[in-house]
């Protein structure tokens, strides 16, 4: 596996790729299991496999965990090398951002809900980083993990409206056997709070449950049984919501191609997941 820290060396590489095809799975390492099944995706579907490991610093508010973000570069290193990824990109700021940015990609249509308007700021910083790792990177394949959705719908929302040649796909959640949805941030939760957190995937399951059988299928109702639910269980309920699932507009009734989507904290440690109907 080729380490690269700056975007010169990664030019250098892309270009001497010729005209293989290129997965890319972008991270902010401290990786897990539900990177790993990207990395796996993207190798048994194209030539080449790179990864960029980057905590990208314009997707953290100023009261947000940018400083503390788990990071384990080593660890991560070995890992990627076991699974045959081609080439790592791992920049620092300044390679990335030189003397700062003035120009962010904005999404103009969802960017203000959900995660969007508890983390003002957040998407453009997403989206910004995303776009600049695709340049670099040129790939043919990008792959995201759906347990953050709407980054996974913004990102491919990008891709359409401004032509950019990737194909952006979103691939499943990967859980514990309790349902817990992988996350670095979980490194964060106490024994107790790791015991409480597989609470937000079976409330999120037993919505769907209730919409699929009919017993339930207004949106109001479910998700205010949803977020007592979840109370119940010790979350503090930043969001809970059912939107559709392409385009994550407002949706009354529950039915097929709907997203329960959720934030909550426990603690001080703000977890998300979200289930496809
Ligand atoms: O999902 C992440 O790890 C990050 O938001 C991403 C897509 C790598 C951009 O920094």
Redesign the pocket.
């Given at each position: 596996m080729k380490i690269v820290a700056t975007r010169a060396e990664l030019a250098a590489w892309r270009d001497a790729c010729g005209g293989k095809t290129l997965g890319f799975v972008?991270?902010?390492g401290y990786l897990h299991e539900g990177h790993f099944s990207l990395v796996r995706e993207s190798r048994g579907a194209n030539d080449l496999t790179a990864v960029?490991i980057?905590?990208?610093p314009t997707?953290f508010g100023p009261t947000e965990d940018l400083a503390r973000y788990p990071r384990d570069f080593e660890s991560d290193r070995r890992n990627l090398e076991a699974l045959g990824v081609d080439l790592l990109y791992a920049p620092d700021a300044r390679d990335m951002y030189g003397e700062g940015t003035e120009t962010w990609v904005v999404n103009r249509g969802s960017c203000d809900i959900l995660c969007g308007r508890s983390r003002p700021g957040h998407f453009d910083?997403?989206l910004t980083?995303?776009l600049k790792?695709f340049q670099r990177t040129r790939p043919t394949r990008a792959y995201?993990?759906k347990k953050?959705y709407q980054?996974f719908v913004l990102?491919r929302r990008m891709a359409q409206d401004l032509d950019l040649p990737v194909e952006v796909l979103g691939r499943p959640t990967v859980r514990l056997p309790s349902g817990l949805a992988l996350s670095s941030r979980n490194s964060y939760l106490t024994h107790g709070e790791l015991e409480a957190a597989p609470a937000l995937h079976r409330t999120l399951a037993e919505m769907r449950r209730r919409a699929h059988s009919r017993e339930e299928t207004r949106v109001e109702a479910l998700t205010h049984w949803g977020r007592q639910t979840l109370e119940a269980s010790g979350f503090k309920v930043d969001y809970l919501e059912i939107r559709a699932a392409e385009t994550l507009s407002e949706r009354a009734v529950a039915g097929d191609a709907c997203v329960a989507l959720a934030a909550a904290y426990l603690g001080k440690t703000r977890l998300i997941d979200n289930l496809e109907f």
């Open positions: 972008p991270t902010m960029s980057f905590v990208n997707q910083g997403v980083v995303v790792l995201f993990g953050d980054q990102i």
